[in-house]
């Protein structure tokens, strides 16, 4: 079985850069597993950040990027702010329409 | 503007099926650029796609739940639906329906989500 990792918890400091990733158990991650990412704070719904590795989704500013870093998705945030206090989730394609979700990641700013 | 919205009961009793319908509104479920989904979020944890569905009626499942699973689509009410039968207290989460643009998760679109619990 296929499992999607992803850092547990991440913090950043105010105006900072962080990097979450998103790996395979086994096996790297290349653009064709489309990686997209999810951002959800408490009791909200997920919000679409990005997909198909590096593109934004409407409304989600520049400072949100996605890359393939290595052998993992990876969501880059520059300039860090309190609203970005989340969790952050990844979402692999697998082969024959199967889609898989990592297990989270929690971001505290501070 | 496409919107979302999940309907059915909160309270469903163990072994029972539990059964939700999205609604869709904004555009139409009969388009053949989209696939419509439903994901899953017990309390305090993560999500889980449960699986997707095309207009035609074809389906993906997540293995792990597939033999459970069931997902429609009703053209004529512009609704696709989700069945899980012999549920336990771990179906417990909120159900979220989704719309994306391909066969492979692309500018999800989300409904609000509804809380269904499972207990006697």
């Known amino acids: 079985q296929t499992v999607v990792t992803q850092e547990p918890s991440f913090s950043v400091s105010p105006g900072g850069t962080v990097t979450l990733t998103c790996g395979l158990s086994?096996?790297?991650?290349?653009?064709?597993?489309?990686p997209s990412w999810y951002q959800q704070t408490p009791g909200q719904t997920p919000r679409t950040l990005i997909y198909r590795t590096n593109t934004r989704s409407s409304g989600v500013p520049d400072r949100f990027s996605g890359s393939i870093l290595g052998n993992k998705a990876a969501l880059t945030i520059t300039g860090a702010q309190a609203d970005d206090e989340s969790d952050y989730y990844c979402?692999?394609?697998?082969?024959?329409?199967?889609?898989?979700f990592g297990g989270g990641t929690k971001l505290t700013v501070l | 503007q496409l919107q979302l919205q999940e309907s059915g009961p909160g309270l469903v009793k163990p072994s029972e099926t539990l059964s939700l319908t999205c609604t869709v509104s904004g555009g139409s479920i009969s388009s053949p650029s989209y696939y419509w989904g439903w994901i899953r979020q017990p309390p305090g944890k993560g999500l889980e796609w449960i699986g997707t569905i095309y207009y035609s009626g074809s389906t993906n499942y997540n293995p792990s739940l597939k033999s459970r699973v069931t997902i429609s689509v009703d053209t004529s009410n512009n609704q696709f639906s989700l069945k899980l039968s012999s549920v336990t207290a771990a179906d417990t989460a909120v159900y979220y329906c989704?719309?994306?643009?391909?066969?492979?998760?692309?500018?999800?679109?989300w409904g609000q989500g509804t809380l269904v619990t499972v207990s006697s």
């Open positions: 979402l692999l394609y697998l082969d024959s329409g199967i889609w898989v």
């Open positions: 989704v719309r994306s643009t391909t066969v492979v998760p692309q500018a999800l679109c």
């Open positions: 086994s096996g790297s991650v290349s653009t064709s597993y489309y």
